[in-house]
């Protein structure tokens, strides 16, 4: 599956897996990222592309084009 394009201006919600914080960004900065500093727990983190599929296909399911 790829990206959709769609979400690229929507707010999407990711959760931090070692402090469990939740962050919103645009699905662009998800798109172009690979790695990000969460800033409540302070910890570096890769997010793959299989991860942001998963990301991608949550929020694709609420948001109708």
């Given at each position: 599956m790829a990206l959709r394009?769609?979400?690229n201006d929507v707010d999407l919600?990711?959760?931090c897996?070692?402090?469990n914080?939740?962050?919103v960004r645009k699905?662009?900065?998800f798109?172009?990222?690979s790695t990000f500093k969460c800033?409540?727990?302070g910890v570096m983190r890769r997010l793959g592309y299989a991860e942001?599929?998963?990301l991608f296909e949550k929020h694709s399911a609420s948001f109708r084009s």
């Open positions: 394009a769609a979400l919600e990711f959760k897996v070692e402090c914080h939740t962050f699905g662009s900065w798109k172009v990222i800033q409540a727990c942001k599929v998963t």
